[in-house]
């Protein structure tokens, strides 16, 4: 995708990074150039609640936003979008067809979430934001297909943008921005999350052509040794023989999941293991909750959005919902099969937490954690009781210490691209600077270490939360 013809230069332009600048939390910024302010995501952070949980908007309280670009509708990118909205309600809305289609559920869900989460006592924070404000941002939504430059209206000359292709999930995008000051053109890319290579259902991401003036890009896995390492062709087959291997014992495996993205891959892989005869067509494999939903909106895009198939349906996967009933819930539990339920991390309230407290104890199941696990998470506790050795495991602290006895395995199926990929990204488009953001403060470092080396010698800027920088 070219980034386009004209004089390249260097106007001014302001940024500002309003969300956690030393963690992976609530992703936003702010650009300001020839009187347009543009945010780039508006997220929250998914392990805090209540005000606690969003970018600090107080620092542009006195400025307008035009318009809001967002790149995909995981929480910590989107989470915060109706509160900035409610601020700023003359802005509008960009992103692509897929991703306004998966906001339309994720955000409602959300407000259903907080508030159930205040009502029950997990937490003491009211909503900060509505189902109805939620559901009446479709009215500021503008939608636009990847790869087709569009312009918004600004005070002085013109901003053209682009949303390139980003693989990471479903309706995922890059931002790339072209400032035109009469003769001279600036060229801003924003990587946003984003996956070189192909996963299970959708393929690696596109990226523009150098020149480009300013880089924003993630940093996630910087400080990710291993994840440089990893293979995925082999993590597959390590991931098929170690489900074979479980409910050959009759064991059933638990694999928690984030609702997006993750749970569809999963379920695509499992399905690509029944097809080659590995995985025995009468084991079940269940699933529940939010990510039926979102199977459902990966399924309608399925022909206007990249994919490495696009006959593959995520509901053509043979699944059973997993029951209601305390007793049904047992009893399947009690025979060899496949969970598929969230949340990824584990957490306490959540169905693959109460799973988890049901398998831990019996050394014929198996919990599988395929995602990125915080160390504090109920899924964090086990990979590191697992690592030291430990008898026991506490998964709900209502709940307390359980016997460490099932077999617990890690698999690395990141939607990120790792820090080496992302080095080679920046020298291909040959940036004069590098902003990093969206990670914690050791990757960030790497990346600027690994930065400096390139021929090109980019000036390499990690700004602090609320910091403005000239780029």
């Given amino acids: 995708m070219a980034a386009g013809n004209g004089q390249v230069g260097s106007s001014t332009i302001r940024f500002t990074s309003l969300g956690n600048t030393t963690d992976i939390g609530a992703s936003c910024h702010i650009l300001r150039a020839d009187g347009i302010t543009v945010a780039l995501d508006a997220g929250a952070d998914p392990n805090r609640d209540g005000p606690e949980s969003l970018p600090t908007f107080d620092a542009i309280k006195r400025l307008e936003i035009d318009h809001v670009l967002v790149t995909h509708a995981h929480h910590d990118h989107i989470g915060s979008l109706p509160v900035l909205m409610e601020e700023f309600p003359q802005a509008e809305v960009h992103l692509t067809g897929a991703t306004r289609n998966l906001a339309d559920h994720v955000l409602p869900a959300s407000a259903r979430l907080q508030r159930r989460k205040f009502y029950e006592g997990s937490s003491r924070y009211p909503p900060i934001f509505s189902e109805d404000q939620a559901f009446a941002l479709s009215s500021k939504y503008r939608t636009h297909p990847y790869g087709i430059p569009f312009s918004v209206p600004t005070r002085k000359d013109k901003l053209e943008i682009t949303f390139c292709y980003s693989g990471h999930i479903l309706g995922a995008a890059g931002v790339l921005l072209r400032y035109r000051n009469g003769a001279r053109v600036t060229n801003v890319f924003y990587t946003s999350d984003t996956c070189m290579h192909a996963q299970s259902i959708i393929p690696g991401g596109e990226y523009p052509r150098s020149p480009i003036d300013v880089l924003v890009m993630e940093s996630t896995l910087g400080a990710d040794e291993e994840a440089e390492r990893v293979v995925r062709s082999q993590e597959i087959d390590r991931f098929r023989g170690d489900l074979v291997r479980v409910l050959g014992r009759d064991g059933t495996v638990l694999i928690p999941v984030f609702a997006l993205g993750r749970a569809q891959e999963i379920l695509a892989l499992l399905d690509s293991f029944r097809q080659s005869g590995h995985l025995a067509w009468d084991i079940p494999i269940y699933t529940a909750g939010g990510l039926r939903a979102v199977a459902g909106i990966y399924d309608s895009t399925a022909g206007t959005t990249p994919r490495l198939n696009k006959g593959f349906k995520v509901f053509g996967v043979d699944q059973r919902r997993f029951p209601y009933g305390d007793r049904a819930k047992r009893r399947v539990l009690g025979k060899p099969g496949i969970h598929v339920v969230t949340s990824g991390m584990v957490f306490a309230n959540t169905l693959s937490n109460w799973i988890a407290q049901q398998l831990v104890e019996h050394e014929r199941h198996a919990i ?54 992302l080095i080679k990204l920046a020298s291909s488009l040959c940036p004069s600077t590098v902003v990093l953001v969206h990670g914690e403060t050791s990757a960030r470092q790497w990346m600027a270490d690994g930065l400096a080396s390139l021929p090109s010698r980019p000036t390499v800027l990690m700004p602090r939360e609320g910091e403005t920088i000239d780029v």
């Fill in 368 to 421: 599988f954690l395929v995602g990125y696990c915080k160390e504090d998470s109920p899924g964090g506790h086990l990979l590191e009781a697992v690592d030291c050795g430990a008898d026991g495991v506490i998964l709900d602290k209502h709940i307390g210490m359980q016997p460490l006895c099932c077999e617990v395995q890690r698999y690395r199926f990141s939607g990120h691209s790792h820090r080496r990929d």
